[in-house]
Structure formats: structure tokens, C-alpha cells
């Protein structure tokens, strides 16, 4: 008995009580009352198909009082409603492939752009913020915005996509599909700019912050910290020296084609936005 039964993978006992009959076939557990219960907990789902089984043993248990029976145990109800299919279907939301692994940096230009944010603190107490489009490849930053004492919102956010498109394409819609990888922020989550994100060819990408991103979120500090020192306006940049010199020796050489437009949203804000152009012009002169 002891080899058939290990060679069967099951217990003696069950060996044992299989062969003189007393073995009793598993189910479905059942209550007797269970079929007093099952009429009633019927009309109820009929009447309400919207409630729950938490709603409907309320409900039970309050016509169960009122006829002085015993009431029922939600668990009761919750197993009977699953025996027969009553149980509200579940909510389940599948995140679309939003994730991103791997390496950021990419082989060639417009496959993997990057867009990140940062702030400046002036002289004045105005606090400048600013979000950017940057490519993976060449480094490039593609279209930028700033707001003075204002959040990012996702329609700037939008906004630079657009024109980023704009830029490297000559139209509002992209030849290839393009990553956009971004962090969990708000504006850039939001439903609204994915789908945006969507129709003009872009391919919405998040991830936690990364030593690479770090890396061309500080690139991209460098390249605006020289307009905004010329105003002053430096202060508590927010940016590691030894990382900015770092960056200023490896960068690639800044020519004509590297050089940023004005843009600047929402109050006046220091005079470092305001002569951006002015010194695009001097850098092109002087190139």
C-alpha cells in the first residue's frame, strides 16, 4: 500500500478510504437555508442590478427583520450571489504600455525624445520655471517654455510638443513614431496630453528618474544658465558646479543651428528671459 501510494503522490489514508467507499466527492459549499435565502437575494438582484452584494444583504437582512428572521452574514450572500452569477462584473483598468526600460540614449536623431523641467531663482524673489523637449541622440534642445511664479500646466507642455514636431518635421505630424520619454508628473500623465501626444506621432514614455535623465536635465540647465547669468538671475540655480563643468567640457560644440528662441508665458519675469534673444543673435555673430 505504502509503494502505491507513494507513486500515486496521494496519502495512505485517502487510499484507504477510497477503496472501502467512505469517500465522499468534494463541492460547492451549501447551507440548508441557503434555499430560503436564494428567492429573496433573486428579487433583489432583479429589482437592482446596479447593487452589490454588501447592498443587497442590507437590503435582505432589513426584510428579514421585518418577517423576525435571523439575519444573514454578508459572506452568506456574497456565495450565493457568485453560485449564481449575480456578482457585479469588476473594474479592471489595464495601464496601456506607457513603461519604458532600457537605455535612453539612442543610435540616430527622432527616435527618443526627453522632457524634463527646472526652476531659477532670481535676485528679485521671482521663481523661473521651465520645461523642455531634448533629443536622446544629438542633444538638441528642440522647443522650451518658461512661466515666472507658475507651474508647468499640461497645455504648455502640449504646446512644446507641437513645435518640437513643428521643428524637425515641417508639419504637425511626425513621419515615424517618435518616444516620448517624460517623468510621472501631472501635466505630463494627464489624459489629455497623451492623446495629443498621439495624434501628432509621438509615443507617450514614463519612468522614474534615471542617472541618464538627471544627465539631460543638467545639459539642458547649462545651455540656459549662461542667459540667465548675464542678468543676474543664477541664484540657487539648482544645478551641481562640478556636473555643469563636467557637461561644458563634453558637450557637443554649440553652432548656429543649437541656438534657442524666446519663449517666455505668464508676467514679466526677470530681464534674463527678456534678452534671450539678444544674445541668441551675439552667439550667432560671434559663430
Known amino acids: 500500500?505504502?509503494?502505491?501510494?507513494?507513486?500515486?503522490?496521494?496519502?495512505?489514508?485517502?487510499?484507504?478510504?477510497?477503496?472501502?467507499?467512505?469517500?465522499?466527492?468534494?463541492?460547492?459549499?451549501?447551507?440548508?437555508?441557503?434555499?430560503?435565502?436564494?428567492?429573496?437575494?433573486?428579487?433583489?438582484?432583479?429589482?437592482?442590478?446596479?447593487?452589490?452584494?454588501?447592498?443587497?444583504?442590507?437590503?435582505?437582512?432589513?426584510?428579514?427583520?421585518?418577517s423576525g428572521a435571523e439575519p444573514v452574514n454578508h459572506k452568506r450572500v456574497y456565495r450565493i450571489m457568485k453560485a449564481n452569477h449575480f456578482l457585479l462584473a469588476r473594474k479592471y483598468e489595464i495601464r496601456p504600455d506607457y513603461g519604458h526600460e532600457g537605455k535612453v540614449v539612442t543610435m540616430r536623431s527622432n527616435l527618443r525624445w526627453c522632457s524634463d523641467g527646472f526652476e531659477f531663482h532670481c535676485w528679485n524673489g521671482e521663481v523661473v520655471r521651465g520645461a523642455f523637449i531634448i533629443d536622446a541622440h544629438d542633444r538638441e534642445i528642440i522647443s522650451w517654455r518658461a512661466v515666472v511664479n507658475a507651474e508647468i500646466s499640461g497645455s504648455e507642455v502640449r504646446d512644446i510638443m507641437l513645435e518640437a514636431v513643428e521643428k524637425r518635421f515641417g508639419t504637425y505630424q511626425a513621419s515615424a513614431l517618435i518616444e516620448m520619454l517624460t517623468d510621472n508628473g501631472s501635466p505630463n500623465t494627464a489624459r489629455e496630453t497623451r492623446i495629443f501626444a498621439r495624434q501628432i506621432g509621438l509615443k507617450p514614455c514614463f519612468t522614474a528618474e534615471q542617472r541618464h535623465l538627471r544627465s539631460l536635465r543638467a545639459y539642458a540647465q547649462a545651455r540656459l544658465r549662461p542667459?540667465?547669468?548675464?542678468?543676474?538671475?543664477?541664484?540657487?540655480?539648482?544645478?551641481?558646479?562640478?556636473?555643469?563643468?563636467?557637461?561644458?567640457?563634453?558637450?557637443?560644440?554649440?553652432?548656429?543651428?543649437?541656438?534657442?528662441?524666446?519663449?517666455?508665458?505668464?508676467?514679466?519675469?526677470?530681464?534674463?528671459?527678456?534678452?534671450?534673444?539678444?544674445?541668441?543673435?551675439?552667439?550667432?555673430s560671434n559663430c
Open 1 to 66: 500500500m505504502k509503494a502505491i501510494a507513494q507513486t500515486l503522490g496521494v496519502s495512505r489514508s485517502a487510499v484507504q478510504e477510497r477503496l472501502k467507499g467512505r469517500s465522499r466527492p468534494r463541492g460547492p459549499y451549501r447551507k440548508v437555508n441557503d434555499a430560503v435565502a436564494l428567492p429573496l437575494i433573486t428579487a433583489l438582484a432583479s429589482a437592482r442590478p446596479t447593487y452589490g452584494y454588501r447592498r443587497i444583504t442590507a437590503l435582505l437582512n432589513r426584510q428579514m427583520r421585518e
Open 227 to 284: 542667459r540667465l547669468t548675464a542678468a543676474g538671475c543664477c541664484r540657487n540655480a539648482g544645478i551641481d558646479r562640478d556636473l555643469d563643468r563636467g557637461l561644458q567640457r563634453l558637450s557637443p560644440p554649440i553652432g548656429p543651428q543649437h541656438a534657442l528662441t524666446t519663449q517666455v508665458s505668464s508676467g514679466s519675469g526677470c530681464n534674463a528671459l527678456r534678452v534671450s534673444a539678444e544674445m541668441g543673435a551675439r552667439s550667432r
